[in-house]
């Protein structure tokens, strides 16, 4: 039995639609390329979409002491090994310009008194709240 086919043409295709994926695809249509997001569930969905306890960047609003290299080295010991290390350096490094770029964006980001919603992390991966 043949099967129905459907041809996109597109600069860029985006695999995916949740925070990544969008912010992904938002930078490529900004900088002038057509994009074409594909993904198996609405937009947006993923994990992404039922995240909800803070953020995940080292602003230090809910302790002035954390900042990227703190945050690394949380992250790689929570990893208890499985992390690629280069790769939590880049998101640990990047992290707090890009929320402050998709804040810009006007997405409803939480926040307490203005100031981006923290739960402080242990080792044991468990958030203190
Ligand atoms: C319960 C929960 C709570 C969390 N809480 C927090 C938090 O408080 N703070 C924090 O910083 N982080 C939190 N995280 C982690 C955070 O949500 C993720 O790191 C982040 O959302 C990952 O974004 P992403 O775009 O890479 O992936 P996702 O948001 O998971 O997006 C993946 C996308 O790919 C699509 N997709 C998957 N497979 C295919 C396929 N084969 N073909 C096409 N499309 C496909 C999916 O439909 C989806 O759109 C939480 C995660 C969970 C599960």
Redesign the pocket.
Known sequence: MASERNEFVTDVLV?????????AAIKAAVHGAKVLV????????????????????PFGHADSRDNPQIFFEDAVQAGQGLCNEKLVKIYTSKIIELTKEMDSWGIDLIKENGKFSQ?PWQATLI?VW
């Open positions: 695999v995916g639609s949740g925070a990544a994926g969008a912010m594909a993904t198996k569930g609405p937009y947006p969905s993923g994990n992404s979409s039922i995240a909800g306890f803070g953020f995940g960047a739960i958030p």
